[in-house]
């Protein structure tokens, strides 16, 4: 079973103060867990949840958490992300450095290419 997980639907799933919303996500990425369902993320909705989580006027989490909290999700079989290993690479950049999210991601996919900045 996929299911696509989309920026201005289930992309809701990533953070919301909403109890049903909260118990529909916990449910759907225990299926995931489970590997029962597998989800296909496209990077825009990881990238939007660094966003929400990170402004100011919604979660404000700090960079270090905001890691902690998107890696075990990225991490999951049954979660489908492009460039999974550069995601994360992503993730220890952005917590690391002050790269916001999209640099942090093309510092990553760069890295072992002979491209430069």
């Known amino acids: 079973v996929f299911r696509t997980v989309s920026e201005n639907g289930d992309g809701q799933y990533w953070a919301t103060d909403d109890l049903k919303k909260q118990a529909e996500a916990a449910a759907l990425f225990e299926q995931v867990k489970a590997r029962k369902l597998r989800v296909v993320v496209p990077h825009i909705v990881i990238a939007d949840a660094f966003y929400v989580l990170s402004s ?62």
């Open 56 to 117: 100011p006027r919604l979660y404000n989490l700090p960079r270090l958490e905001i890691a902690r909290l998107l890696a075990p999700l990225i991490r999951l079989p049954g979660f489908k992300v492009r460039h999974r290993r550069a995601m994360l690479r992503a993730l220890e950049l952005y917590a690391s450095t002050n790269l916001d999210f999209g640099d942090a991601l093309i510092v990553a996919l760069m890295e072992g290419t002979d491209a430069r900045v």
